[in-house]
């Protein structure tokens, strides 16, 4: 099987946001990268898939600047056999990346499954997958939970509302994974050294038929959120605070 | 040559045969191993542990009662061992004997070795008396060690009848020097039989003590008993200081495939040789705080397993196919044992033969971490954390320093010209309990007029964690990073408020290239309140109970300055735990142990502050914030927090101050 994986770099959950000088974009000195957390569930299983299959291949792919190459090796490091990175802008939208990623996939001979998360912890989007999806031409189905691979694929996801939907469809397909799809496993210390001499082909923008124009978000002024209020205590006995507390919702926080 | 010699040569050389025989393969089964072994250094230390552990049988005697009896046993054995060599000398060539000595001293000679004939019976009654009727746990049954009791009782009491049916037989000079042997002779007397038949009656009690001296050499190999021929060399070959770090792994070596131990040949010889020395005496279960919580380790079960793993990977192994060899990980140790250990080392400091536990567990966890990824998805968490933010917990490095607001506590890229670095550790400047110990320790250095820096968010976790976690990779990482920062700085004194930074600092880094005087600051402080720079006036009109941190203590032998800062203080009343210094029970957070949940048995906080609440004490004071936080847990686990406070050393003194 020729299994793919499309990952994403994000700042760790950790980062304390900051804004660049012109509020264009976040600052990136100090900001330690990471494969986003959705990412690893789809490495993982991906991984999974190759162990049952023997004879399978797993790529990753991501798309992004030079930093990137540091979560494909993660993701080398964890099991995949090779890499591609696509490079594109810092700041590039959803459609390039997906754009990107989904020109990469079609250059391939072959390709049986595609995994990525649901969505990334950065800009939480959660529409790459789905844009991937379309400009590749195959089925997907996204905040996957299980799937289990025959000569179709079913594919357990979750909705709102704790309720699940099962759905088949056939290869090739791609699978976005929700949290608890599997536990994704700790890169083993040979696999760490191997993955440091397994290839990782690099891909410009024209070498997978996209452009600046693909780019169809721009960011300009970007704003923190503000910073979180001191909680408010109401006195009084019960029917003052009720009394306060309607008063509140409807003159202050416009909720009712 | 009489019928004796012959029958002798014929028995005694089957039977050192055999013995000779079973003892080349312990031997070849020990050499067979691939990890490496120390090599030996500061030989009159090594000799010194020897004439005090061995002929002085200091390690053994910490336990009174059963040390005495081990002494008079091991003192017995070595002396009537020799008028065994006698006897089979004699037997082999009738007129040679000991008595070449002088008779003085052959005549001394034979007094004592009656002596302790019946001083040895005296001590395997206790011995029966202890296994069977105290029961003490640790100890847990053993055929092979009623079998052992029943090979040394017979021998001494075939040696008592051999001597009084040669006093009455062959009436030798020196028979009144056998001061038991020869009131039993004139006991035995009363028979009125002939001189010929008391001379072969001691003939065949000599070869009932013979046969048995034979027999029993064939036993050894496969018994605890063996312990006999390697506690000696064990103890010659121990690691002589207190204070030891984790063996460093090179990874730059080329040509390691395997990091850590995944089968038991990637163990040293000299683990080996604990196997072999293993008495099984239960000194380190009785101490462990995992075995005392119902978790499924034993230190003294690991290391009979372990030995058994070899064993039963006997052929492979001798056969150097290693290959073959079965994986550590067996149906006795699970990785649930592996996983249990808080790397307290009670164990060790306990072990009278000097076996080392600790090393074996951590280097098993090497393995199944680096080599395999199997390890609880917590501990795989922390590891994720320090990876991304160098600290077990999941914070920002950039507000390392958060902890220190309002302060005005220079960083060394502020200032470097200063008398110590404080390094603050991820728990001192991440957890709120243990900011404001942080905070007391810097009033405390402030008011004796210290000069300090911090290296704010220069500083990274040191790694301990990541190291008895088992992964030496992560651990090294974040040490290099460490000590590039902090040679840059040309950091000379360390002080810390962490037991674990403290040992990882001053034990470990001076592997990678980080030599640092380091201090914890229960040595500081004692040290400032000494020299007058700190004066405890305001009184704790309180009973404090001190709980000894396991890095502190047992890893660092540091128990009297901890003490020494809490006697300092006016009006207080310090206490002990039933369990203190050596023989004090871990927190339950160390090896890792903080970041994994404890899912099996009682919990360790708990029973330990069970321990300190036996006290009455008002305020459980401690030197870790580990501790700090696993006992905190624990009294409100009690729900006690309104009449126990638990304290650091540093803010009980910051208060008095």
Redesign the interface.
């Known amino acids: 099987m020729n299994i793919y994986v499309c990952i994403k770099q994000v700042p760790?959950?950790?980062?304390?946001i900051k804004l660049n000088a012109d509020s264009s974009w976040i600052d990136t000195a100090?900001v330690?990268w990471?494969m986003s957390p959705f990412d690893e569930f789809a490495v993982e299983e991906a991984l999974r898939l190759k162990e049952k299959n023997p004879g399978s291949t797993v790529t990753v792919l991501s798309a992004g600047p030079a930093r990137v190459i540091d979560s494909i090796r993660t993701a080398l490091a964890m099991g995949c056999d090779s890499g591609v990175h696509v490079e594109i802008a810092e700041t590039a939208d959803n459609n390039l990346a997906a754009k990107a990623l989904a020109g990469a996939l079609k250059k391939e001979a072959h390709v049986d499954i595609v995994f990525s998360g649901k969505e990334a912890i950065d800009d939480g989007a959660a529409q790459t997958s789905q844009l991937i999806a379309e400009y590749v031409g195959i089925p997907y189905v996204t905040v996957a939970l299980n799937a289990e691979y025959g000569s179709t694929v079913k594919v357990k996801r979750e909705i709102e509302g704790g309720a699940f939907e099962l759905f088949e469809a056939p290869m090739p397909l791609l699978i976005a994974a929700q949290k608890g799809m599997n536990?994704p496993?700790?890169?083993?210390?040979?696999e760490?050294m191997k993955a440091k001499k397994k290839e990782v082909k690099l891909l410009k923008m024209a070498d997978v038929g996209v452009s600046e124009t693909d780019q169809k978000i721009r960011y300009r002024n970007l704003q923190l959120p503000p910073p979180k209020q001191a909680g408010k205590k109401i006195a009084g006995d019960p029917a003052t605070q009720a009394k306060e507390l309607v008063r509140l919702l409807h003159e202050e926080a416009k909720v009712v | 040559m009489t019928w004796q010699t012959f029958a002798f040569l014929i028995v005694a050389s089957g039977a050192f045969g055999y013995s000779g025989y079973r003892f080349s393969i312990l031997y070849k089964l020990m050499k067979h191993h691939q990890g490496k072994a120390f090599r030996l250094n500061n030989l009159p230390a090594r000799i010194q542990t020897v004439i005090i552990n061995i002929l002085g049988q200091q390690a053994v005697l910490k336990k009174r009662a059963a040390g005495i009896m081990h002494t008079t046993i091991f003192w017995g054995f070595i002396l009537i061992s020799l008028g065994t060599v006698e006897q089979f000398i004699s037997t082999l060539y009738a007129p040679a004997n000991f008595e070449f000595i002088g008779q003085n001293l052959y005549s001394l000679l034979v007094k004592v070795q009656d002596f302790f004939t019946v001083a040895i019976l005296v001590a395997i009654a206790y011995a029966c008396y202890r296994r069977f009727v105290i029961r003490p746990e640790g100890l847990g049954k053993s055929r092979d060690a009623n079998i052992v009791l029943t090979f040394t009782g017979a021998l001494m009491v075939a040696i008592l009848f051999m001597n009084a049916f040669h006093i009455l037989g062959q009436q030798p000079w020196y028979a009144s020097a056998m001061i038991f042997s020869e009131p039993l002779s004139r006991w035995i007397a009363n028979l009125n039989a002939s001189q010929e038949t008391y001379a072969s009656l001691g003939t065949f009690f000599k070869w009932v003590h013979m046969l048995i001296v034979l027999g029993f050499s064939m036993y050894i190999p496969s018994s605890k008993h063996l312990h006999i021929v390697a506690a000696g060399p064990n103890t010659f070959m121990r690691t002589l200081s207190r204070e030891k770090g984790m063996k460093k792994i090179n990874f730059e070596e080329e040509g390691i495939e395997q990091f850590g131990t995944g089968k038991v040949t990637d163990l040293s010889w000299k683990d080996v040789l604990d196997y072999y020395s293993c008495t099984e005496c239960g000194r380190c279960q009785d101490l462990c705080p995992a075995y005392n919580t119902q978790k499924p380790l034993s230190p003294k079960a690991l290391i009979l397993d372990l030995k058994e793993n070899m064993y039963r990977n006997k052929q492979a192994i001798l056969a150097a196919d290693y290959a073959s060899v079965t994986h550590v990980i067996d149906e006795h140790v699970t990785e649930d044992v592996i996983w249990a250990c808080t790397s307290c080392r009670a164990c060790e400091i306990a072990c009278p033969v000097f076996i080392e536990h600790t090393d074996k567990i951590y280097d098993i966890r090497r393995s199944l971490v680096m080599m395999e990824g199997r390890l609880p998805a917590e501990a795989q968490t922390v590891m994720k954390n320090m990876e991304n933010n160098f600290s077990p917990w999941a914070f920002s490095p950039s507000d390392r320093a958060n902890w220190a607001e309002g302060m005005n506590i220079p960083t060394m890229a502020e200032d470097s010209n200063v008398e110590v670095l404080l390094w603050v550790g991820c728990a001192g400047s991440y957890d709120d309990r243990n900011k404001k110990v942080l905070r007391s320790f810097s009033s405390l250095l402030r008011k004796a007029g210290v000069k300090f820096s911090i290296l704010g968010t220069e500083e990274q976790c040191t790694g301990d964690a990541a190291r008895r976690i088992g992964n030496e990779y992560l651990f090294q990482t974040l040490a290099q990073a460490n000590i590039d920062t902090l040679n840059r700085y040309r950091v000379k004194q360390i002080v810390t408020a962490c037991p674990h930074c403290f040992n990882t600092l001053k034990n470990e880094y001076k592997d990678f290239g980080g030599t640092y005087e380091v201090f914890h600051h229960s040595q500081y402080l004692a040290r400032l309140i000494q020299e007058g720079k700190i004066k405890p006036t305001k009184a704790w009109d309180e009973t404090i109970t001190f709980h000894d941190s396991c890095y502190l203590g047992r890893w660092n032998n540091i128990y009297d300055q901890p003490r020494s800062v809490l006697q300092s203080l006016p009006a207080a009343r310090v206490v002990e735990m039933k369990n203190h210094h050596d023989a004090s029970m871990c927190c339950g957070a160390g090896g890792g142990r903080m970041w994994m949940e404890e899912k099996i048995g009682q919990k360790i906080n708990v029973a330990r502050t069970e321990q300190a609440l036996e006290t009455k004490a008002g305020i459980v004071a401690s030197s870790c914030p580990f501790c700090m936080t696993m006992l905190t847990d624990g009294v409100k686990g009690k729900d006690m927090q309104e009449k126990v406070r638990v304290l650091d050393i540093a803010e009980l003194l910051d208060q008095s101050v």
């Open positions: 760790d959950t950790e980062t304390k100090g330690k990471i536990e496993r700790y890169a083993k210390l040979p760490i």
